[in-house]
């Protein structure tokens, strides 16, 4: 059975990090190993939330973890509570990065034109480094900006499809370039909101190009989709689905999601209906 570490959060509501990383890998029948990077009461988009930062531990799972002889066939990460996190995650990562290890970072650092709370540029510079030893990086369209050096309060100034797409692939080619290796670039989450419909796009760059998949725009950010959006990638890649296929299952999976949780009465910061469709990834 595949095995994967993931560093992640857990935060009790949400439906974001951990609580969408578990049940998404167990469902594609990847065992999650979690390496908890904080716990929260909830995650910081709610009004009140308190957090108990746990990078003092990360040692721990390392010589506990080595010392057990653990062994990966995949690497995730998502939210890091600041750049010590990640200088101790590199450790992490020269004992159970090998050469048939995947490595996904999903550089959690903001979304929609803005910064989450633990976003400083020391977290920038750290994630920056990070997400060049990736072998597949799935940032939002905001992380990407910043990950390349765009300024993110323009990126947004025009949402047209026929601006916004041409600058995701020049980001997305950027950042694949810096990586300086065999880099799969996924960017998630480009709203284009135009006359015509409206669509949210994911752009996969690879070796083999750029491809573009749309899915329906529901103007509301729900909390987790991009947790859930790089869990499923994670997952499929490791059960040897390609990049391409699997952003196909992950945009179905997550579309699929938000449609039914916008039968509710739902709080954009409770996540989406996602245990529905598990199924769907089985
Ligand atoms: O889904 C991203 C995320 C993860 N973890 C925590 C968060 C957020 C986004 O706000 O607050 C704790």
């Known amino acids: 059975m595949k095995k994967a570490a993931v560093l992640n959060d857990l935060s009790g509501f949400g439906k974001c990090s951990l609580t969408a990383a578990i049940?998404?890998?167990?469902?594609?029948g990847v065992q999650c190993c979690p390496l908890a990077s904080a716990v929260l009461t909830n995650q910081t988009g709610y009004e009140?939330?308190?957090c108990t930062d746990l990078t003092s531990m990360i040692p721990d799972y390392i010589e506990a973890w080595q010392k057990n002889g653990a062994h990966f066939d995949g690497i995730y990460s998502g939210y890091m509570t600041g750049h010590k996190q990640i200088e101790l995650f590199m450790d992490f990562l020269d004992v159970f990065y090998e050469d048939d290890t995947l490595l996904l970072v999903d550089p959690v650092m903001g979304d929609d034109g803005r910064t989450y709370g633990m976003y400083t540029n020391d977290l920038l510079d750290g994630m920056k480094t990070l997400s060049r030893k990736a072998d597949i990086i799935t940032p939002n369209l905001t992380?990407?900006?910043?990950?390349?050096?765009?300024d993110i309060k323009d990126v947004y100034k025009d949402t047209r499809k026929e601006t916004l797409l041409p600058l995701a692939t020049e980001v997305a080619e950027k950042l694949r370039t810096l990586s300086g290796k065999d880099q799969d670039v996924i960017i998630t989450g480009i709203k284009c909101k135009d006359d015509k419909t409206p669509f949210i796009y994911n752009l996969v760059t690879t070796a083999n190009g750029t491809s573009t998949h749309r899915s329906h725009f529901f103007d509301i950010s729900f909390s987790g989709t991009g947790d859930l959006f790089a869990s499923v990638i994670c997952g499929s890649r490791l059960n040897g689905f390609?990049?391409?296929?699997a952003v196909q299952r992950a945009g179905k999976f997550i579309y699929d999601s938000?449609?039914?949780?916008?039968n509710d009465d739902a709080m954009p910061n409770d996540?989406?209906?996602f245990e529905k469709f598990l199924r769907e990834l089985m």
Do not use: R, W
């Open 23 to 28: 049940p998404v890998l167990s469902a594609q």
């Open 258 to 262: 938000i449609a039914d949780t916008m």
């Open 143 to 150: 992380e990407a900006c910043l990950l390349a050096d765009y």
């Open 48 to 50: 009140h939330f308190k």
């Open 271 to 273: 996540g989406v209906n």
């Open 242 to 245: 390609s990049t391409k296929e």
